[in-house]
């Protein structure tokens, strides 16, 4: 695709439930990264892709959190037993992973937890 | 490993006037710096971004300074527009970029 793609672009949930995010990046993006933006605030990291593997994990809030990229492309971020406090909008981003690149941003998934 | 404080976290200035939005780093390895803008309900989006062997960098109304020695670098708004109105991010990477944390500019009619 042209952007980086994320779906679903909104999701409620219950409490206690488990739930997907996914992420296409641009192709060719060896790098892709996770944020969490709650309403009025900055870019909460997450996670950090580098091709296969996350050499950065640091900021998954508990181990509710887990995500996972397959092939290169295509992430998930799975949040377990959903809480109130996870309601925010994950934005995801690639960029080719080299110094000094461009990241481009996803629309976004909003998350509400009810 | 890396971190970017970024000030002020609220900058209102009158329309006409110029805005500066400041970034620091702690990683001397880092060697990109871009700026990015976000729009209320909308994703971020690069504006402007400079590389370490340069200084400064203009584009039309906003330009980017860089001192490497101080380890900071800023963003340079001249003739805001109410437009200009948004949320600004600067960020630093050497391979993976780590972010300020936020300005909120007002524009005041």
């Known amino acids: 695709g042209a952007g980086v793609s994320q779906s679903p672009s909104n999701k409620v949930t219950e409490k206690g439930k488990d739930v997907e995010l996914r992420c296409d990046p641009i192709?060719?993006?060896?790098?892709l990264y996770w944020y969490r933006q709650s309403l009025g605030q900055g870019l909460e990291f997450l996670i950090y892709?580098?091709?296969?593997?996350?050499?950065?994990k640091s900021g998954l809030p508990s181990d509710r959190f887990s995500a996972e990229r397959t092939g290169g492309s295509v992430s998930t971020l799975t949040i377990q037993r959903t809480q109130q406090e996870d309601s925010a909008v994950y934005l995801c981003?690639?960029?080719?992973?080299?110094?000094?690149?461009?990241?481009?941003f996803g629309q976004g998934t909003r998350l509400t937890v009810v | 490993g890396e971190n970017v404080e970024q000030h002020p976290s609220t900058l209102s200035v009158q329309e006409g006037d110029s805005a500066v939005i400041k970034c620091t780093y702690s990683?001397?390895?880092?060697?990109?710096f871009p700026w990015y803008k976000q729009e209320l309900g909308k994703r971020p989006q690069l504006i402007i971004d400079?590389?370490?062997n340069v200084g400064e960098k203009k584009d039309q109304r906003i330009a980017v300074t860089l001192n490497k020695t101080a380890k900071h670098f800023s963003l340079h708004i001249t003739e805001t527009q109410p437009e200009d109105s948004a949320v600004y991010f600067c960020?630093?990477?050497?391979?993976?970029?780590?972010w300020g944390a936020g300005t909120k500019l007002i524009i005041k009619p």
């Open positions: 981003a690639s960029s080719l992973g080299q110094a000094r690149a461009e990241a481009f």
């Open positions: 192709s060719g993006h060896t790098a």
């Open positions: 892709f580098q091709g296969n593997s996350a050499p950065d």
């Open positions: 990683d001397s390895a880092s060697n990109y």
């Open positions: 400079i590389r370490s």
């Open positions: 960020a630093a990477s050497n391979y993976q970029l780590i």
